[in-house]
């Protein structure tokens, strides 16, 4: 009868282990898959004093998200010539996602390049890390 009692308990035990250490792996898994597939939205508002912020700081490599406001009165956009990337044409009150994923590291320009533009102000400097 002891040697039943200690065999149930076992099992038991045994039973216990396994789905701790399951619900460990899937907290784990989940928390891993949650911090590597996170993209960061950076917002970048258009106005009449030009690009806020001016500068953008993204890592190479890794998704980047940007959500172009433009809070201006006249269309704008947003482009960086030297990596061919360029939002739609934004009417005043109008917004936008652009994403890409930077692959060289490196400064690059970005400007509202509507025709009359680039302004003085609607330049902005984009730093792939």
């Known amino acids: 009868m002891y040697f039943d009692r200690s065999r149930q308990l076992r099992y038991a035990l045994i039973a216990l282990i396994a789905i701790a250490t ?50 201006d009165v006249k269309p704008h956009n947003l482009a960086i010539p030297a990596l061919h990337i360029k939002s739609i044409e934004l009417m005043p009150s109008q917004s936008t996602i652009l994403q890409f994923t930077p692959s060289t590291k490196g400064q690059f320009t970005f400007v509202s390049d509507i025709p009359g533009y680039p302004e003085t102000g609607y330049q902005g400097l984009l730093i792939i890390e």
């Open 22 to 71: 399951l619900l460990a792996l899937h907290h784990y898994n989940r928390a891993y898959a949650a911090v590597h597939t996170e993209q960061r939205t950076q917002t970048v508002t258009i106005s009449s004093a030009g690009f806020l912020p001016s500068r953008i700081a993204v890592r190479a490599g890794e998704p980047a998200s940007l959500m172009i406001v433009n809070t």
